[in-house]
């Protein structure tokens, strides 16, 4: 079967499914493999489940089943400024929800989208384990505490600017 | 095999330890409401409709998927389990619209009839309700995912029966649906079309994409000539549709139906199907002259071919270039006969009654067009929507007076009665070769070493001092595992015949749903279906599609000779590889 033709996926996660091909119940390994593909592109788009597919030898509707029961993975590419608040138990009873609805109304997207920029991406969380901080939000790598809902235009507009 | 004591409800019975709590009930006479269970598919356990109480246990158990031990005591119907399984079965139809009255499946639904049976007299849960549009984009199977209730049987029949895998269940929890991948169209995935999902659903999730407005709009318009043809596997099954046991043949009734509903001309496919044969057996030889793509795989099953084209792409040079008989006969029919009538071919709609819901996709194929768009076959209806037509206009089918096909496309032999089974289209096709081979007459044309394969046959056949390799699949996992060992030359063949339905075209996805007593898929249906076949068969005068007058005139006034070139322009076709392979 030639498939290389069609195949666009970065040569390190080829190479990593060649070796899962390698192993015994070789299709054990596809959550591992998506989370390469994630951790790569941000998400899993619909071609690159396709030649995950092909090169695992696993059927597409098996790829996707998978990608759309599990939370972690993306279907859809994730913004510059992935913004995730923390939704915990502490976090929720100091108010996240609500900060929540702030970045929602000021975003103009819901839960799981993206601005049509790109720019921003906005998801939830549990437990982050900071819970002295409460509520927490966490942009990219950096964690912001203490975050009230009229804090987040300021936020916003800071991380704006930087773009400009 | 060891065998074990149980008790259900206080009865005492010795049973093979294998067996499951639902199998051993079967065996005193009770059948335990059930929903997702099917017992030619994986165990799913999914509704828990089966559930019974085991004494020593603290949960109610599926007894779908429970297996018996030694001492175990059973209670299928105590008030508590009665109540359970209604709340169960309540908790569905929760979820599920109330469009019973206006459902395609009023009537010969598993869920309606279930919560009949269960007492379910008031629908006591109002909650949220899953809301999905109606996917029609294939021209064989719609999918409507608002009555889903999740049983998978389809997404097992896909992936365990037919090897596709093109359903699967996406997302969780509320927001589960039945799809293809990427909740895809079906249209742009690798759905043969086999509609063996409609098939063994309970509800109406999956349905054919509906024909009948265009026929009786047709009907209707008197520049119009309608003319139907009626595949062999309609004849052995219509009857179901009336409160006839399986396997009542219906030729003469269907042909009185046919003219009754205004149809202009009522033909036989099995005038195709003698006529595929005369080609696929002179094509036959000719490969088995030259040794070239040799082993030749028969193609009048549509899902089997798009099967191929998607799985199978690298042989397609294999694959018979025959048109099927429904598309050879429809095709002859606005050439020949309209040539041979004087009738503008134009104004010929040709109606296919199939048993299979692909035809539909196959009259639609680029290949099939007569001319500006418009295709040989303009509609297709499978024995459903016929059923269904004869029912609406008011015809009083079983009691009918047999009437003949129209002359002179509608006189078939008995070879072309058995394509609608297992194994029928290899034995009317041996009946032929055999005698062009050896040049003289068979002394036994009953080839039953291709006869009810269960799923796959293979045989060595002696003609004329050679040995034909032949093996004969339903069923696409079959169709896969021949092709593999052809493949890698584990074995090798002069030439197979594969069908996409387990047990052929008279269990293909547009057959009656079964009846009271059968269950879907049920092998005695298709059995009794396939030896009405056989009946027929055996009663003609004429069994070897060579031997067909109408055949013979038509070469002599027409086609010239088999494989000829007017013959190839007309009644042959090609085959489109559908990359990547096995993907969309």
Known sequence: MDTTKTISLDKDICRFIDEC?????????????????????????????????????????????????????????????????????????????????????????????????????????????????APVVTINDKVYSNVSPKQVPELLNKLTLEEE | MKNIHIQINGTDLEVPETMTILEAAETIGIKIPR?????????????????????GMKNYVPSCATSVWEGMKVRTNSPEIRQARRDLVELILDNHPKECQTCERDGNCELQNLAYTLGVRHRLFEGKRKQYPLEASSPSVIRDAEKCILCRRCVRVCSEIQGIHNLTQLNRGFDTVVAPAHEGPMNDSVCIACGQCINVCPVAAFLEQPSTEQVWNALADPDTMVIAQIAPSIRAAIGEGFGLPPGTPMTG???????????????????????????????????????????????????????????????????????????????????????????????????????????????????????????????????????????????????????????PLGFSTGAADIFGTTGGVMEAALRTAAEQLTGKPLEDLNFTQVREAEGLKEASIQIAGKTLNVAVANGL????????????????????????????????????????????????????????????????????????????????????????????????????????????
């Open chain 2, 35 to 55: 929903l997702c269970y099917h017992p030619d598919l994986s165990i799913e356990g999914a509704c828990r409709v089966c559930i019974v109480e085991v004494e």
């Open chain 2, 253 to 407: 009734q269907t042909v009185t139906a046919l003219r009754r509903l205004g149809f202009d001309a009522v033909f036989d496919t099995n005038f195709g199907a003698d006529l595929t044969i005369m080609e696929e057996a002179y094509e036959f030889a000719k490969r088995l002259e030259s040794g070239v793509n040799l082993p030749l795989l028969t193609s009048c099953s549509p899902g089997w071919i798009k099967f191929m084209e998607h799985f199978y792409p690298e042989m397609i040079d294999n694959a018979s270039s025959c048109k099927s008989p429904m598309s050879m006969l429809s095709t002859l029919l606005k050439t020949y006969y309209a040539e041979k009538e004087s009738i503008d071919p134009d104004k010929i709609f040709v109606v296919g009654v199939m048993p299979c819901v692909a035809k539909k996709f196959e009259a639609e194929r680029p290949e099939h067009l007569f001319r500006n768009g418009i295709p040989y076959t303009d509609a297709v209806i499978t024995t459903r929507e016929l059923i269904w037509m004869i029912k609406a206009y008011g015809i009083d089918f079983t009691s009918l007076p047999q009437e003949d096909f129209d002359q």
């Open chain 2, 477 to 584: 996992n079959n169709a896969k595992t021949i092709l593999e060992k052809v493949k890698t030359g584990e074995k090798q063949f002069h030439i197979i015949e594969l069908m996409a339905c387990p047990g052929g075209c008279i269990a293909g996805g547009g057959q009656p749903y079964p009846p009271r007593g059968y269950y879907v898929l049920d092998k005695e249906v298709a059995r009794m279906r396939a030896s009405a076949l056989y009946s027929i068969d055996e009663k003609k005068a004429v069994r070897k599609s060579h031997d067909n007058p109408f055949i013979k005139k038509l070469y002599e006034e027409f086609l010239g000779r088999p494989g000829s070139t007017k013959a190839h322009s007309l009644l042959h076709t090609t085959y489109t590889p559908r990359e990547p392979r096995g993907i969309k």
């Open chain 1, 21 to 133: 091909m390698e192993k015994n119940h070789s299709e054990s390994y596809l959550i591992a493999v998506l989370h390469k593909v994630q951790g790569r592109y941000g998400y899993l788009s619909e071609q690159h489940m396709d030649e995950v597919a092909q090169l695992m030898q696993i059927p597409t509707s098996t790829v996707s089943g998978v990608a759309t029961f599990y939370h972690f993975f993306r279907l859809r590419p994730r913004g510059k400024y992935s913004i995730c608040v923390c939704l915990g138990t502490a976090c929720f009873v100091k108010g996240a929800d609500k900060v929540l609805e702030a970045f929602k109304k000021e975003l103009g997207i819901e839960m799981g989208e993206t601005t049509s920029d790109r720019l921003f991406s906005l998801e939830n969380s549990r437990c982050l384990g900071v819970c002295a901080m």
